[in-house]
């Protein structure tokens, strides 16, 4: 298996590494969205969310958190955008779990342009009872 998160883990790539404990660790995104762009990663190797046991999810949670919290402080930022991208067609480009924590600026040129649906002839039911069936 090659994967750069393993290696930054493992010291075998270059990081600039702003948190780390047993479990989990944080770096800066070589590749930003905006600067102080951050990536929290499980240790282990897991591919995605779905992926990741509840103990281990808690850590990074707790972990993201901590430094979403040092970003917003150190950074003066405005807001943060803080995502996981899950497969492929959802952007997800390295297969190892990971949070994104994007510092956000009302000045920022970085926008999300969702283009909203809405729900007709009683699809929101059925989508809500196929999940709740599956939930179960």
Do not use: W
Not at 46 to 67: G, H, T
Not at 94 to 104: G, M, S
Not at 119 to 127: D, H, Q, R, S
């Amino acid at each position: 298996m090659n994967c750069i998160f393993c290696d930054i883990v493992n010291g075998k790539a270059p990081s600039e590494i702003i948190f780390e404990d047993e479990h989990v660790l944080g770096f800066l995104d070589i590749r930003p969205l905006n600067y102080g762009h951050s990536l929290v990663i499980p240790k282990i190797h897991f591919e995605n969310f779905l992926d990741v046991p509840k103990s281990d999810l808690e850590s990074v949670v707790a972990a993201a958190q901590k430094i979403s919290e040092a970003i917003k402080l150190s950074m003066n930022t405005d807001g943060l955008n803080i995502v996981a991208n899950t497969g492929r067609a959802a952007g997800q480009t390295v297969f190892h779990f990971h949070f994104h924590i994007i510092p956000r600026f009302n000045s920022d040129d970085f926008h999300f342009k969702p283009v909203f649906k809405n729900y007709e002839n009683g699809l929101m039911k059925e989508l809500a009872d196929k999940i709740r069936k599956a939930v179960k």
